[in-house]
């Protein structure tokens, strides 16, 4: 990874959207639910008040309106503060 985020941030992959149908219709992309769940790919190193508990790899839960969305290599990616995430995924 190239990306390698500052102080208390970390760069999600947003899990994909399910595909979903009603009654045979097929549901467009703009019309989806956002993910709120996703893998941690890349971490910084926390700040002196506040230790890094992610670690790469996590699979985590957000909030929905959580992060900065961004664009790498063609690949979506969430940015969001540590704190943004509400729980890690075992």
Known sequence: MNIQPL??????LPKAAEEK??????????AKEKPLQGEVVACG???KDEEMVLKVGDQV????YSG??????GVKYLMMRQSDVLAILK
């Open 7 to 12: 102080a208390d941030r970390v760069l999600v």
């Open 21 to 30: 149908t009603i009654g045979g219709i097929i549901i467009p992309d703009t």
């Open 45 to 47: 190193n926390g700040t």
């Open 61 to 64: 839960l957000y909030g929905k």
């Open 68 to 73: 900065t969305e961004l664009e790498y290599e």
